[in-house]
């Protein structure tokens, strides 16, 4: 099981707009029973509270459901427990690694950095904005996503070849003579 977290500032917007989108692609890949995605935020002000509405109203006109998401704020055994922990741009990124013991910051980057199509290496924060901003977070966050799976598929598949050698091996009790 390999597990994600994806972190934003407070919860309700980009970081579940992730959670959201990457849970609908490991579904529709049947992956979800091997990879394990949640979201929160560096900062409590929303714990609790469901995602922004406009966020909800964005993703919801693609078939993204987040309604029963809840903001966290993000603890330390998160960084314990997680194998990749992406943050949703530079600022936020700097606060996990400053609560991150040293030793798991190979668990952190950005979550654009999975991007294909965009340039930015950060997800712009709509909650100030204007409607047309959620669908901007939606575009990158599906690009990267897309990025990431890619990724984790790998991944997947280098495991189950290393799985499949370490069982043929004599060491496993199945030689393949």
Same mark, same amino acid.
């Given at each position: 099981?390999?597990?994600?977290?994806?972190?934003?500032?407070?919860?309700?917007? /980009?970081?579940?707009?992730?959670?959201?989108?990457? =849970?609908?692609?490991? /579904?529709?890949?049947?992956?979800?029973?091997?990879?394990?995605?949640?979201?929160?935020?560096?900062?409590?002000?929303?714990?609790?509270?469901?995602?922004?509405? =406009?966020?909800? /109203?964005?993703?919801?006109?693609?078939?993204?459901?987040?309604?029963?998401?809840r903001a966290r704020k993000?603890?330390?055994?998160?960084?314990?427990?997680?194998?990749?922990?992406?943050?949703?741009?530079?600022?936020?990124?700097?606060?996990?690694? /400053?609560?991150?013991?040293?030793?798991?910051?190979? =668990?952190?980057?950005?979550?654009?950095?999975?991007?294909?199509?965009?340039?930015?290496?950060?997800?712009?924060?709509?909650?100030?904005?204007?409607?047309?901003?959620?669908?901007?977070?939606?575009?990158?966050?599906?690009?990267?996503?897309?990025?990431?799976?890619?990724?984790?598929?790998?991944?997947?598949?280098?495991?189950?070849?290393?799985?499949?050698?370490?069982?043929?091996?004599?060491?496993?009790?199945?030689?393949?003579?």
């Open positions: 099981m390999i597990k994600v977290l994806f972190v934003c500032m407070g919860n309700i917007c /980009r970081s579940p707009t992730a959670e959201g989108v990457f =849970r609908h692609f490991l /579904r529709e890949k049947n992956l979800d029973g091997q990879i394990e995605v949640d979201s929160a935020g560096t900062h409590g002000y929303h714990v609790g509270e469901a995602p922004d509405q =406009r966020t909800q /109203r964005a993703a919801a006109s693609r078939n993204y459901d987040l309604s029963s998401m993000v603890a330390a055994q998160d960084l314990a427990y997680f194998d990749l922990v992406l943050a949703m741009d530079h600022n936020n990124l700097d606060v996990l690694r /400053r609560i991150c013991p040293p030793d798991k910051h190979d =668990r952190l980057g950005l979550f654009m950095s999975y991007s294909k199509n965009f340039d930015d290496d950060e997800v712009p924060d709509p909650y100030y904005g204007l409607g047309h901003g959620f669908d901007l977070v939606l575009d990158m966050v599906e690009d990267a996503a897309n990025g990431l799976l890619e990724s984790l598929e790998q991944r997947l598949r280098d495991e189950a070849d290393v799985g499949v050698e370490e069982s043929a091996s004599p060491l496993y009790g199945n030689s393949a003579k």
